[in-house]
């Protein structure tokens, strides 16, 4: 295997298994012992300076030396060359209707082949999957990409969801996943926090990535603060880019008592999703439970239901609450004429009363890709 040899240039391997037969374990005690060859692979996007690398693949671009992991834990510097350690190393795998994601505007009712692997690049203390993203990489079960399109296919699945840990962190795999899956008439989706670096976005959107909720977890200090040094504004700016290149997109904000239940946090999050997403863009309103660190009691119904208002109030067409089975907010309602037009019950779809994509009242055409 060569690497490009520009001095100071992102780096793209061919995404071949390297023989790691020879490397000392004890070597590098910042990684777990290597389950297989198979999960180890280059990683895709990376800058080398010497025997240091830098990781491209989300914004914390972390800079390893020899032997070093990143701050997910999912990567490592072995002889000046990074390599992930989680290519094909599932943890987790179910099918799930899309709704769990949440997507709401996305084939409703359809089914989704969800894969989540190991790690995380945000140290939030109130993950509910924390043991696969607080974990450094275990000993899942390794799946190729032709594998996991199959199972999709055996299990009658109509897309394809690389969630329940930062997907980001298997960019090399999601990306030989996509096109396989659109070549069997699959959907690919990514539910995320959103911080991946531009060309990762963009390679993920070139394999075929057709639609993404973001996780928007408060304001700038409190994502600071909460995720340990991220910057709320990349995650904003990849919401745009991949609007830009007619990515599907969903907001996800779960409101956590003293974290971003406010009224200024909500107002200024609903406002930014009209002004830069546009008022179609659907946002779910989550509720909170306590998990892994954090102890702050459980998010009430009144906080989510005036966090709904607030988007109403500022122009939001598509407001959802989640994590309150059978509220009438689970529901999509035409922003036109008020006409119930998906009713859902948890993660289950009731009735579709859309008419080609449109109110069978009035008339409205609703942006619900079907």
Known sequence: MRLAKEPGSAQRSQGHTLDLAHLPQQTYPNTPPLMSELSVREALLQEKSNDRVRCLTCERRCVLGPGASGWCGTRTNVDGRLVSLIYGNVSSLSANPIEKKPFHHFHPGSVALTAGSW?????????????????????????????????????????????????????????????????????????????????????????????????????????????????????????????????????????????????????????????????????HLSGYHPAYRFRAPPTPLSALERGAQIGKEEGLDFVYLGNVPGHRLENTYCPGCGELLVERRGLAVLQNRLSDSSCPACGLSIPIVA
């Open 119 to 283: 790690g995380c690049n945000f140290g939030c203390p109130w993950c509910q999957n924390w043991d696969i993203s607080k974990s450094l990489p275990g000993k899942g079960r390794l799946l190729s990409p032709r594998e996991f399109v199959d199972t999709a296919v055996s299990r009658e699945c109509q897309g394809t969801s690389i969630s329940f840990n930062e997907p980001t962190l298997s960019l090399e795999w999601s990306l030989d996943v996509f096109p396989l899956a659109r070549e069997a008439g699959l959907y690919n989706t990514y539910v995320t926090n959103g911080y991946m670096t531009t060309e990762a976005l963009d390679l993920l959107i070139a394999a075929g990535l057709d639609a993404m909720n973001v996780d928007v977890k408060g304001d700038a200090a409190a994502v600071r603060k909460h995720c340990q040094g991220v910057e709320i504004e990349k995650v904003w700016r990849n919401c745009r880019r991949a609007r830009q290149q007619a990515v599907h997109l969903e907001i996800t904000t779960l409101v956590i008592p003293s974290v971003n239940h406010t009224e200024g946090v909500l107002r200024g999050i609903a406002r930014r999703i009209h002004d830069e997403l546009g008022p179609e863009t659907p946002w």
